[in-house]
């Protein structure tokens, strides 16, 4: 069975940091590309940043560019969002998710999601 755990997530003050982790199981993890989305209180969900399969391919959303890193570790079968220079307009619940080889920022190509983790940015 496929899973996804977040983790990482808190309260912080703007311009803080914060890492985000998500721990997979029940798949070969290195044959998955991940990506993270978010969620803010009355928005819907949208696209954060994504990696490729190997790591070698990134990609981000606009509103995140420069602050936010996506890595992973296939070793360790974890990928992370690093969040660096919060702004209280990060506030909201961040999802990773999974999908065979191709990356994309795109929701409706993922299957595999995890359950979320709170972050909120106090201004």
């Known amino acids: 069975q496929v899973q996804l755990v977040e983790s990482g997530g808190g309260l912080v003050q703007a311009g803080g940091s914060l890492r985000l982790s998500c721990a997979a199981s029940?798949?070969?993890?290195?044959?998955?590309?991940m990506a993270w989305f978010r969620q803010a209180p009355g928005k819907e969900r949208e696209f954060v940043a994504a990696i490729s399969t190997g790591g070698g391919t990134t990609h981000y959303a606009d509103s995140v560019k420069g602050r936010f890193t996506i890595s992973r570790d296939n070793a360790k079968n974890t990928g992370y969002l690093q969040m660096n220079r919060l702004k209280p307009e990060d506030t909201g619940v961040y999802y990773c998710?999974?999908?065979?080889?191709?990356?994309?920022?795109?929701?409706?190509?993922?299957?595999?999601w995890g359950q979320g983790t709170q972050v909120t940015v106090s201004s």
């Open positions: 029940g798949l070969t993890f290195s044959t998955r590309a």
């Open positions: 998710a999974a999908r065979p080889w191709a990356v994309s920022s795109s929701q409706a190509d993922f299957g595999s």
